[in-house]
């Protein structure tokens, strides 16, 4: 069954996943038509599932009954606070239990919730909160300490809440959320409040995710709460699509009369993946997630074990740790039926390993970004194995060009090379007071994403590179995950990245940047060699760099290529 016949199955009328048109900012738009309208519309659909737990980190545990209870308490603190519907209430913390309780207690006032990177220095939140316009931010500890030297520079802010507060706040604005909601474990003798009256629709403002920055200041996407519900419905077909494509039944969808689900998220609640693709989604069916204060591939595996984790994943390099890690035989890791990531490129050989290693789960991957609120492309199962080189095809609700980079009008055939323009309900409204960034982005109700694509005749989507990024060596173009896959072929290769060095007459020529696995003895020659066998002299690394640790990443998993480039810089100046 062609992917085409599959999706018309899923989405006929009367389907599970029926598709309808809505009429977005002026453009028509296909969308899911029994998507929930709006986030609130989400969190009433998780307190079907009163009594299973839903959030587990070190020795707390929290139901969905006393997530609901701490989540409209707090609510009804905002508005005592004065935030009313359209207000900005940032969220900045590390992945906490308090996370999605300040996020949906933000929603059901109506605000435009702002979660902002918890890894960002004390001056990078502060240009967040000032840029946002933040009336009220929910933080933890760590994220106080980093901001009590800004936080004069910031009149707008009214009020802190902070959670898990070791001393007493040093600013009049700083309240401990424990006073409000008190501690995770005794939620659920909070009392039970009546939702907050406030009118939501699904084109209302929701949230405000800032990019990576990757170069230059980071810009906020808004998102509506169509946005976001959109990706529940992306979640689902994949998982259905898999077994049609598989000649099987469909499976039982609806998530009452199925076994609890456990995700381990390790990819931050502030990054669109970890909101957007698994809280949500998760929250809606009834799901169960756990929490780790920071990733660690024996503990993981632990958790794994212990809780009857089902699903994990993030960036291939979780992937790789889980596999290559020689503590691995000794826990029982059977309940895996999903390992998968996005954000980065991956190898075809982790597709094989994941196969190989879990036979129970299913490898899978997608292509999103920050602008498309996470997943917009998704593949799983047997279409990911038969092409694992793709990011898969697009949800039903979504559409995809190939567009000539030169004028970005001329849509190019099949198989052809160019930018990938993307359209649907996930695509963000614009960027947060930046109408000239805006204009230059979203046309038309497409969004140009900026990366260099194909598309086959089948609609699966294969990301080539970066347009920013792709080198160009004497006229010769150099796409470097072509060049990062064949790295990833070395058995002692955990984690690569292609980035240019300057030549005075080339232009540039590539270099790599590695991370092998615990005992990898692989050389700065045998790399070379082996991409040298694979491929054009010309796309030879000219040097291999070793890097000690996980190579560093952004919050979307993309590996921060700006850093690794220092690396050569500093040979340069030594030299």
Not at 34 to 50: E, H, I, K, S
Not at 128 to 156: M, W
Not at 363 to 369: A, K, L, R, T
């Amino acid at each position: 069954m062609s992917i085409a016949e599959a999706h018309g199955r899923l989405t006929a009328p009367g389907a599970p996943f029926e598709i309808g048109e809505a009429t977005i900012r002026g453009v028509a738009t296909r969308i899911w038509k029994n998507a929930p309208p709006t986030l609130r519309d989400v969190f009433l659909n998780g307190m079907r599932f009163r009594d299973r737990e839903f959030l587990v980190y070190e020795d707390d545990r929290a139901t969905f009954d006393s997530f609901g209870r701490a989540t409209v308490t707090l609510a009804h603190r905002l508005i005592a606070d004065g935030v009313r519907k359209g207000d900005r209430v940032a969220v900045i913390m590390r992945n906490l239990p308090e996370w999605p309780v300040a996020f949906w207690a933000g929603q059901l006032v109506g605000a435009i919730v702002t979660p902002l990177n918890a890894w960002w220095t004390g001056a990078e939140l502060e240009y967040g909160l000032a840029d946002s316009g933040t009336k009220v931010a929910i933080v933890d500890d760590e994220r106080l300490e980093r901001l009590s030297g800004h936080l004069k520079n910031l009149p707008a802010l009214e009020k802190v809440y902070v959670a898990r507060l070791r001393e007493a706040p040093g600013d009049g604005r700083c309240h401990r959320l424990e006073e409000v909601i008190g501690k995770v474990n005794d939620w659920g003798r909070l009392a039970e409040l009546a939702l907050p009256d406030v009118s939501l629709e699904p084109e209302d403002d929701a949230t405000i995710l800032y990019t990576s920055g990757t170069t230059g200041k980071p810009k906020g996407a808004l998102g509506t709460h169509r946005n976001m519900t959109s990706n529940i419905g992306a979640g689902g077909i994949s998982a259905a699509r898999n077994f049609l494509r598989a000649g099987q039944p469909l499976p039982e969808l609806d998530p009452t009369k199925l076994p609890q689900r456990c995700t381990l998220l390790v990819v931050p609640m502030f990054h669109a993946t970890g909101l957007s693709a698994t809280l949500s989604p998760t929250l809606n069916a009834g799901g169960k997630i756990v929490l780790m204060r920071r990733w660690d591939a024996e503990p993981a595996m632990k958790l794994i074990e212990r809780e009857k984790v089902s699903a994990t994943g993030g960036v291939p390099t979780i992937a790789w740790q889980l596999i290559e890690h020689p503590a691995r035989e000794k826990y029982d890791l059977s309940s895996l039926l999903a390992v998968t990531y996005g954000g980065a490129p991956s190898a075809p050989e982790l597709v094989r390993k994941i196969a190989e290693v879990f036979p129970g789960s299913q490898p899978g991957n997608g292509w999103g970004m920050t602008e498309t609120t996470a997943t917009f492309t998704s593949h799983m199962g047997q279409d990911y194995l038969h092409r694992p080189e793709s990011a898969g095809p697009a949800a039903p609700v979504g559409e995809m060009q190939i567009r000539d980079p030169a004028d970005g009008a001329t849509v190019l055939p099949a198989g052809a090379v160019g930018e990938l323009w993307v359209k649907g309900p996930q695509v963000v409204k614009g960027y947060w007071n930046k109408p000239e960034a805006t204009a230059d982005t979203f046309v038309d109700g497409w969004l140009r994403t900026g990366d260099l694509a194909r598309v086959d005749e089948e609609g699966f989507l294969f990301i080539i590179d970066r347009a920013k990024d792709m080198l160009i060596r004497g006229g010769e173009n150099i796409y470097c995950v072509e060049v990062e896959n064949v790295l990833y072929e070395h058995p002692d290769v955990m984690d690569a990245a292609i980035v240019g060095v300057p030549h005075k007459t080339l232009g540039e020529e590539p270099a790599a940047v590695v991370h092998l696995r615990p005992g990898g003895t692989a050389t700065e020659d045998e790399l070379r060699d082996l991409v040298r066998a694979r491929l054009a002299a010309f796309k030879v690394p000219v040097k291999v760099a070793f890097w000690p640790e996980t190579l560093p990443r952004n919050a979307n998993g993309k590996i921060l290529k700006t850093e690794l480039k220092k690396v050569f810089d500093q040979e340069t100046e030594a030299a």
